[in-house]
């Protein structure tokens, strides 16, 4: 059920990049879908009965039980942390657009165009 919800995430924000026409609304759509592909990943990557890879005791070792592997958050991280400076490149340059254009609707700014 959880696998459908996001899954249901990352469609709607792909629709919308789709059949929005307007540039901030692209914008937010590919943050919905970024979001959703994320919590695909975190939802793949939780598994119950797994304990934290920190010893207690120096003298204990690793190998008493079962430990969550900690790389796929630090890729989740480091996937979030792109996702940000990806969303705020592309705001500037739909700021550098609105300077030119009088509307940031995609047809509109295609028609008025010339190169």
Do not use: H, W
Request: glycine share 6%.
């Amino acid at each position: 059920m959880l696998e459908a919800c996001v899954f249901f995430t990352v469609l709607c924000g792909f629709f919308g990049l789709i059949f929005k026409q307007n540039l901030v609304m692209k914008i937010i759509a590919m943050d919905v879908m970024s979001t959703g592909t994320i919590a695909y990943y975190v939802a793949i990557a939780a598994r119950g009965g797994l304990m934290v890879p920190i010893a207690d005791n120096p003298d204990a070792t690793l190998a008493a039980g079962t430990y969550a592997d900690p790389v796929p958050q630090a890729v989740i991280l480091t996937a979030i942390v792109i996702g940000f400076s990806i969303q705020a490149l592309m705001l500037v340059g739909v700021m550098k657009l609105a300077r030119d254009n009088p509307t940031l609707e995609t047809d509109a700014i295609e028609r008025s165009y010339r190169p």
